[in-house]
């Protein structure tokens, strides 16, 4: 792929998420176009190909039997190894939507069969874009805070009967994955381990206590124990109405850190003052600019509302590895590392005993 070609991306599954993906392609149009859409179901296909003046398919083989680059996966969370899988096969990069299987398994296969065929692979999780998140990594980078002692990641978000009730997959452990923790807590988890590192053992509890017709959680919490030796808590929920910030705090021997809605809140170190960001709407009434925090906050109630950010960067990554010949920045491996902690407190939880790392 040369430095003036435009890298063609192909989608499939035309549900909520997949709007987003238009959008940040759409956002980049000297580096990148759609060029066709794919859903099993003919009229979210119809729909989403006439909307965007591209064809549209029902069937994801034939749809990589065209002539494109990039697939992108917005289907099911426990699909998306499967069709990854498929693209990979087909030559194609992957951009697969979080998280990247709902099984270790699942995601390995779908690795696997990235470097196999030599494609990219990138799995989304904006919120390491975020200022926020980008500030805490720098301050650990530069050991500000010391010796690490403690972190907790929270999810405080609400998601309504009829959010699980609008697919058949919601709220299924083997398409879905699990509840809140798989779906809405995910990245979070990824920001909690990007920042502590490796996990050696946990124990959790979940419940579900919001909703009916569910297989999955709507309350999870745990207690982790990393390498390093420090400690953390992990709460994630989708009955907490009406959704609350999503926040991740860090502290050690040598200062603070709390990021919430993807934004510095407050760090504190040995010897100086805090750095304090207060989050304020741009004007008032009811034409008040929406900031990107005010996005991040609305998500907790409403899966329509991500932030666009994150997303066009993930894409400007995966065409600069691709022009570099390098892994993108979030990777496949990066994912699943977020994708065994969640499974590891699941099974701490469904069996009441501690879970220890790496998983068997």
């Known amino acids: 792929m040369s430095s003036s070609e435009k890298m063609r991306f192909a989608i499939v599954g035309c549900g909520v998420i997949h709007g987003t993906h238009v959008s940040a392609i759409r956002s980049l149009p000297d580096l990148a176009e759609l060029v066709a859409v794919c859903d099993e179901n003919p009229e979210k296909a119809k729909a989403a190909g006439e909307k965007q003046g591209v064809p549209f398919f029902t069937d994801l083989a034939e749809m990589l039997q065209q002539d494109f680059d990039t697939l992108t996966v917005c289907t099911p969370s426990g699909l998306h190894a499967k069709q990854g899988v498929m693209g990979a096969n087909a030559g194609k990069h992957i951009v697969c939507e979080k998280p990247i299987d709902v099984s270790l398994e699942a995601a390995d296969a779908l690795i696997q069969a990235c470097e196999k065929n030599r494609v990219k692979l990138v799995v989304i999780s904006q919120h390491r874009y975020s200022t926020g998140i980008r500030a805490l990594q720098q301050f650990l980078s530069e050991g500000r805070l010391g010796s690490l002692c403690y972190a907790e990641s929270v999810t405080k978000w609400y998601r309504s009967q009829e959010y699980y009730d609008s697919g058949g997959w919601r709220g299924t452990w083997e398409l ?22 490796p996990v050696k053992s946990v124990a959790a509890t979940m419940a579900t206590r919001a909703h009916e017709r569910i297989e999955v959680e709507d309350v999870v919490s745990a207690s982790i124990e990393f390498e390093s030796g420090a400690v ?14 999503q926040a991740i705090e860090v502290y050690g021997t040598g200062g603070a850190v709390i990021v919430e809605n993807s934004r510095l809140k407050h760090a504190q170190f040995a010897g100086d003052p805090p750095l304090v960001q207060n989050f304020e709407r741009q004007g008032e009434g ?22 666009l950010d994150g997303h066009i960067e993930h894409l400007k990554d995966l065409i600069e590895a691709v022009r570099d010949d390098r892994d993108p920045f979030m990777s496949g491996k990066e994912a699943r590392a977020a994708l065994e902690l969640i499974v590891g407190v699941y099974r701490a939880a469904r069996t009441g005993e501690r879970v220890y790392f790496p998983l068997k």
């Not at 953390?232 to 910030?245: D, H, Q, R």
């Not at 009811?286 to 932030?307: I, L, R, Y």
């Open 176 to 197: 879905d994955g699990g509840g809140a923790l798989m779906n809405q807590g995910v990245h979070y988890v990824d920001q909690l381990r990007w920042a502590m590192g």
């Open 286 to 307: 009811p034409d008040a600019k929406t900031t990107p925090v005010e996005a991040g906050f609305n998500a907790a109630a409403d899966p329509t509302q991500v932030p």
């Open 232 to 245: 953390g808590t992990l709460l994630a929920s989708t009955a907490m109405y009406p959704g609350y910030a």
